[in-house]
């Protein structure tokens, strides 16, 4: 890499990393303001900021794209208004150089944001809403509307949260006789996976007959089970709390018991097409900077990329629900809005040429 070409990345790269720190400030605080009406009983302001910092790698993701257009506007804008983008071209330096110089940084975005949603944010999700039922106190209540449930060993097993790593709250199990009539419940307050079984704490075993209901309780107990800890990273509530490997398996999953499935798939191709989604943001970024931003205030270039970045984001935002809802493939709806962008950056590049 040339020395222009790690000047370019640097002053993108402080500028994108500038705009991702203050969007990111401004949504913790949005998020605490609105955490603070959840307050009350056990759930105290410290528990409400450990949930605040454990979605941070998802409140990083979502703005990623983004933080990506406005701060590569406003890092090329200043190099615009220094005159320096002039001189480069007028050195015989191409805009087709400059833009691969701004995309080296941005690829290392791209890689964050892959990791972030591959690796990071399935575990960090679903520590943050377990942790918070938890403090609310929402185990000792939840209603079975809630939580996971699952059919195992010949028992419908109901789980109140669960932690990753193999930590299950709440843990019901219904056992039902040959005739379909209950025989027996089992509640456990926390079972922990280890030596390949569940230990269970604070057990209490409910046997019905049809004379009469008799219980016991038990500190401590085993539950020999199949399940592992690693199946609660597909069991949650959200399509967007799972990984884009986890989000194909159980895609296809859906798929083979002809259950709906769109909703994961749209999670899956926004995703897996996120990568895209940035480059073609940054596209449109270059081009306005070549093009019609050429010559204005770095507050107009800013305000353009917000209504940019807003209007990209609500298009996509349409467009997810309306796959679903009326049918059509969600790649679709997920690739119309990049194809756009690209499409209209590579347009705007060629009249600057």
């Known amino acids: 890499m040339s020395l222009l070409d790690r000047y370019i990345a640097r002053t993108v790269t402080l500028a994108i990393l500038a705009v991702l720190m203050v969007i990111l400030g401004l949504d913790v605080i949005s998020a605490i303001v609105d955490g603070l009406g959840d307050l009350g009983g056990d759930y105290q302001f410290a528990d409400m900021l450990e949930y605040v910092v454990w979605t941070l790698p998802e409140r990083i993701y979502s703005q990623l794209g983004f933080s990506a257009l406005v701060g590569c506007m406003v890092g090329l804008g200043t190099l615009a208004g220094t005159s320096e983008l002039t001189v480069m071209r007028a050195a015989g330096i191409s805009i087709g150089r400059i833009a691969w110089a701004v995309m080296k940084p941005v690829l290392v975005l791209i890689v964050l944001g892959l990791a972030l949603a591959e690796l990071v944010i399935p575990y960090t999700n679903q520590t943050a809403e377990s942790q918070r039922a938890i403090a609310q106190g929402e185990l000792d209540n939840a209603g079975l509307e809630q939580g996971l449930w699952l059919f195992e060993g010949g028992e419908f097993v109901h789980f109140n949260a669960a932690l990753p790593g193999g930590t299950l709250f709440g843990i019901t199990r219904y056992k039902f006789d040959q005739d379909q009539q209950l025989e027996q419940v089992v509640f456990s307050e926390r079972g922990h996976f280890a030596n390949d079984r569940w230990e269970l704490q604070n057990s209490r075993q409910t046997s019905l007959t ?95 990329g917000v209504i940019v970045g807003i209007v990209f984001q609500t298009v996509q935002d349409m467009l997810g629900p309306s796959s679903v809802v009326f049918g059509f493939p969600p790649f679709i709806a997920v690739i119309v809005p990049i194809l756009a962008s690209f499409l209209l950056g590579w347009a705007l590049l060629k009249r600057a040429r």
């Not at 004379?211 to 401590?220: D, Y």
């Not at 449109?284 to 270039?301: D, H, K, N, Q, Y």
Request: hydrophobic share 40%; aromatic share 12%.
């Open 210 to 304: 049809p004379e009469r209901a008799s219980s016991t309780r038990e500190a401590q107990s085993t539950w020999d089970s199949d399940m592992s800890p690693d199946l609660f990273s597909l069991v949650v509530p959200l399509p967007s709390d799972l990984s884009p490997r986890n989000l194909w398996s159980y895609g296809r999953f859906l798929d083979r018991k002809g259950e709906e499935s769109a909703r994961y798939w749209l999670a899956f191709w926004k995703k897996i097409l996120q990568p895209l989604t940035i480059a073609g943001l940054v596209m449109m970024a270059i081009s306005f900077i070549f093009g019609p931003l050429r010559e204005v205030t770095t507050g107009l270039r800013v305000f353009t």
